[in-house]
């Protein structure tokens, strides 16, 4: 099968980067042909390995026109989701909700991108989302629900666990303000 992972700027040690980086390894190792579609790709600022896959650089204003000759489209990011104009078989896989194109603004190309967004949302074939708290701030914002709920989940093996219970926190993700690591420490 012929599967294109479509994430619009892999620039960051982030968990949508990585997690288009395993789930292309583990379809290719189930023998399908995966194709990384990007509107940027800087490898030293993210996962070098996503080289080992092809690479289609894809125009920020390409994405809403572009045909993909695959059998099924991934998308990962807002700008990447602009397929499901010109493609039927996209699965839109919403990691966060945290951009500048979603609230705020009233630029004119911010709100032809929000128009943009909520239409091309309603071709999507399936909407998932990444937690129950992604799901329901998805639906409040668009008035959709999300067809399924797959949790990316960690490397364990990267992970070391206490074994006993003590004042210790285990945090799970980058560093950056749209984290909240912040209400975590605070609630600590």
Not at 67 to 80: N, Q, R, S, Y
Not at 107 to 117: C, E, G, S, T
């Amino acid at each position: 099968m012929r599967i294109a992972m479509a994430h619009s700027h892999l620039t960051t040690f982030g968990g949508g980067e990585r997690f288009v980086l395993e789930v292309s390894r583990r379809l290719a190792a189930a023998r399908h042909e995966i194709t990384i579609y990007t509107s940027t790709y800087i490898p030293e600022m993210t996962y070098p390995e996503l080289a080992s896959f092809p690479l289609v650089h894809v125009s920020p204003l390409q994405w809403a026109t572009l045909h993909v000759k695959a059998d099924a489209i991934l998308a990962h990011t807002f700008g990447a989701n602009l397929l499901a104009y010109g493609n039927p078989n996209v699965a839109y896989y919403v990691h966060s909700l945290r951009s500048r194109y979603l609230t705020g603004g009233s630029r004119p190309d911010l709100i032809l991108r929000r128009a943009l967004d909520r239409r091309a949302i309603r071709h999507d074939r399936r909407i998932i989302a990444n937690s129950q708290f992604t799901a329901r701030k998805f639906q409040g914002l668009y008035q959709q629900s999300v067809t399924d709920l797959v949790y990316c989940g960690i490397d364990s093996s990267l992970c070391v666990v206490p074994e006993t219970v003590g004042d210790h926190a285990l945090y799970l993700g980058r560093l950056a303000p749209e984290k909240g690591l912040e209400r975590l420490l605070r609630w600590w």
